[in-house]
């Protein structure tokens, strides 16, 4: 079991940056697949980046060379740095993670979730 909760967003201006924050607790996010998402309002959330076990990253077409994935697992979090970020990055952003996972970037093969940080960038 693991429980996650997310931090670090907020509302910034086009081009700017921001760090997200996911603390897990109750287990050790060694052993998991960690995961970022996103969901805008009235779209279906998609996949961000990933990372395994082996600290290998994968990140959807959208956001590669603006954003990075990196876990800390002697403190039990994950982070996704977010540089030259858009409008369209806009999207509460949730933190998954599983122990089995077949598809790094969609959602169906995640079973535990943060509640979401709120990212909002303005043009």
């Known amino acids: 079991e693991v429980q996650l909760i997310e931090s670090g967003g907020g509302s910034v201006q086009a081009g700017g940056s921001l760090r997200l924050s996911c603390a897990a607790s109750?287990?050790?996010?060694?052993?998991?697949?960690m995961a970022w998402f996103r969901q805008a309002p009235g779209k279906e959330r998609e996949g961000v980046a990933h990372?395994?076990?082996?600290?290998?990253?994968t990140y959807a077409d959208s956001v590669k060379g603006r954003f990075t994935i990196s876990r800390d697992n002697a403190k039990n979090t994950l982070y996704l740095r977010m540089n030259k970020l858009k409008p369209n990055d806009t999207a509460m952003y949730y933190c998954?993670?599983?122990?089995?996972?077949?598809?790094?970037?969609?959602?169906?093969?995640?079973?535990?979730w943060g509640r979401g940080t709120q990212v909002t960038v303005s043009s």
């Open positions: 990372i395994d076990r082996r600290e290998i990253a």
């Open positions: 998954a993670a599983d122990t089995v996972v077949a598809g790094a970037l969609s959602p169906d093969w995640y079973d535990n």
């Open positions: 109750g287990d050790n996010i060694e052993q998991y697949y």
